[in-house]
């Protein structure tokens, strides 16, 4: 049995079709063909932002349960290994600071706990050992997260996931010109969004600048990329496949750099992070303090970028694998239904037990639920179904191709024989 659920604030819009289904279509497809429709009618309005979380890579890098698990193996498999009695050490210290927390096996407040007491014991000399240990597990399970976050994208996981990533941007990227670009906000720190906008030849902005060193410069987020219509006058369009891309968390391939004195922002980007180590890089690791850092650079300069973006006027903000547990990321969803009265917020994902949910406000939209397809239950607010099911293909010279045929087809039935 499938179970489909789509409400505007506080409101079922599925309500009515329970009564209107019919011999050729079940009530899944009506619901469905309802979710899609409206969907649609978004994908119109001129400006369309996208909060990607952790869910639109989930399959290919594992969540926070699952890298709980992966540094406990390698916690338990270095201590068994190696001669250093520093593992048994840390293990220890994992293990009592596990079983303190309130929920158990939550790598995020094990975290947080860590840089407090990082903090908390940096200048301490009499207490120099115990310091060590902290910096030491922090450093652990840093690196067991960067090595889980920069992935193979040869491993079949990963193809897949990839493949997500492909179809979304060929349905939307080369939307109508004359509509603003597309907006893409991410917490997540994988290059998934990169490697599939290059596999496309699409044009992406990410604030770097450069050729060979490559330095953040958040004014690239203003520019506009034209092209030149004709050679004898000075006239432009805008180029048609462009995505501005915003990770405010950070990336596996951004590290601090002093060496160019030149830029006011000491962050550059790199091609091959797989020969980089978590110490080098910048990106926000999964804590409960992780707001603070937010506040620093470049993070604080992505951020604006958000606030300004979900303030411009007719906007819609699809959001999709977030599940609103980072305050930092709610809080500027929350300031722009506050201040921005045209926008519109359209959550898939299944956020019941979240405050955004209870919330009646008829510019939220949630959809979520199961969808059974041929005795095979599938999700609807998983990142695959999303894409390959949903959202609306966009891309604007198909839609000039169909409109050309059907102007033939219409203009040679009017023809005489």
Request: glycine letters at 4%; one cysteine or more; proline letters at 2%.
């Amino acid at each position: 049995m499938s179970d489909i659920f789509f409400y505007q604030g506080t409101t079922n819009l599925l309500k009515d079709i329970k009564e209107k289904e019919s011999i050729d279509e079940s009530l899944s497809d009506l619901q469905l063909q309802e979710i899609r429709k409206r969907i649609t009618e978004f994908f119109n309005i001129k400006n369309i932002h996208f909060l990607f979380g952790s869910g639109t890579s989930c399959n290919a890098i594992p969540n926070m349960k699952g890298l709980f698990k992966k540094v406990i193996m390698a916690i338990i498999t270095s201590k068994n290994t190696s001669k250093e009695e520093a593992y048994k050490e840390i293990w220890q210290e994992f293990k009592a600071i596990n079983k303190r927390i309130r929920e158990k096996g939550n790598l995020e407040e094990i975290l947080g706990i860590l840089y407090s007491n990082r903090i908390y014991l940096e200048n301490y000399i009499e207490r120099k050992t115990e310091y060590e240990r902290c910096v030491k597990l922090i450093d652990f399970i840093e690196q067991i997260i960067f090595n889980e976050i920069n992935i193979d994208f040869k491993a079949d996981k990963a193809k897949i996931v990839l493949s997500n990533y492909q179809r979304f941007y060929q349905k939307l990227a080369f939307r109508n010109k004359d509509l603003s670009r597309l907006n893409i906000f991410t917490t997540n720190n994988d290059l998934f969004n990169e490697t599939a906008l290059d596999s496309l030849n699409i044009h992406y902005i990410n604030g770097f600048g450069g050729g060979i060193n490559k330095f953040f410069n958040p004014a690239l987020f203003s520019y506009i990329f034209s092209k030149r219509m004709d050679t004898s006058i000075e006239k432009y369009e805008p180029v048609e496949n462009m995505v501005n891309l915003y990770k405010i968390h950070g990336s596996v391939n951004w590290i601090e750099d002093n060496s160019n004195v030149n830029t006011f922002f000491k962050i550059r980007e790199v091609s091959y992070p797989e020969k980089l180590k978590a110490k080098k890089n910048i990106l926000i690791y999964p804590t409960p303090t992780k707001q603070n850092k937010s506040l620093g650079s470049p993070y604080v300069e992505l951020f604006r970028e958000f606030q300004k973006k979900l303030l411009i006027p007719h906007s819609v903000l699809f959001v999709i694998g977030y599940s609103f547990s980072d305050e930092h990321v709610n809080n500027i969803i929350y300031q722009a239904l506050a201040t921005n009265s045209t926008i519109n917020i359209v959550i898939i994902n299944d956020v019941c037990n979240k405050e955004i949910a209870q919330i009646s406000d008829n510019r939220i939209f949630r959809i979520w639920g199961n969808v059974d397809v041929d005795g095979d239950y599938k999700t609807i607010h998983y990142f695959d179904y999303i894409v390959n099911n949903l959202l609306p293909d966009v891309d604007a010279t198909k839609n000039q191709d169909t409109i050309l045929k059907q102007f033939i087809d219409y203009y040679n039935k009017k023809q005489p024989e």
